[in-house]
Structures are given as C-alpha cells and as structure tokens.
C-alpha cells in the first residue's frame, strides 16, 4: 500500500512571504539605523563645539594682554575641535574694544560656530549649524 503525504494547502501561497516581509521591514530599518548614526556624530560634534568654547574663553580670560585674545581664543578653539573640519568652524570673541588691558571682572564672550555636513543628505538635509556661546570675566 502506497502512502501519499498530504500538501498544505498554505505552503505554495506562503512561499514569497518572508521575501515581501523582508522588503517592506528593510527601508525602515536601515532608516532607524542611519539615523542613529547621524545622530551620533551630530551629538560628538555638538559636545566638540561646546568644549571648543569652554577652552577658547578660558584661554581667553587668562591671557593678560587683551591685543591677543581674539587670536588666542581662535587658535584654542580650532586645536580643541579635534575631529571637526577646521574649514567649517568659526569663533567670535566680544567685547574687545581695544588693545588696552581690560580690568578684571570685564566678562568676554566665545562663540564658537560650526557647519555640521550629514552623511545622509538625503534622509536629513544638507547641513546643520551647531553654535555654543561661553561667558567668563576676565581674572
């Protein structure tokens, strides 16, 4: 006697179900999973920035001779933006009106800007501007 096995009858409708799933489930993902990403980098470039301006403004607050200090303040930011492209960065100091010895307290402002380029232009746009402001008197 000759045995006959039984066919589901859901096998042949379900075979391209894990494959349509598949496709509707991906875009998604890789979506979620770039956008992590970016925003990963975004936040270190934003925690950059910020340090960036701490340390320029407190170079700046320590330097005696208030000539130097936009130049001071400049160059200590650029060298504290490790992994940020010097191209896109930029540092205001304010007030410093004049070349003479400001008296101790005079508060000094740093602003450190930056032009953040995303990886996925697509998904999230083209650029971000990332900006942190510091103020520190002068000892």
Known sequence: MKLHRRRSQAT????????????IVLPVFLLVL??????????YSQMT????AREAARA???DPDACTIP????????????????NFISVSVSPI???????????VNVTVNYTYHTFFPLFFGATFHLSQS????LW
Do not use: H, K, W
């Not at 009106?97 to 508060?107: F, K, N, R, Y």
């Open 134 to 137: 510091i103020q520190m008197a």
């Open 12 to 23: 042949p409708r379900t075979r391209g179900q894990a494959l349509v799933e598949f496709a």
């Open 49 to 52: 920035v910020s340090n960036a």
């Open 60 to 62: 700046a607050v320590v």
């Open 34 to 43: 770039f956008g992590l990403i970016e925003f990963g980098y975004m936040l």
């Open 97 to 107: 009106a004049s070349c003479a010895t400001a008296p101790q307290g005079t508060p």
């Open 71 to 86: 130049q001071l303040a400049d160059a200590t930011a650029r060298g504290a933006a490790t992994g940020l492209t010097s």
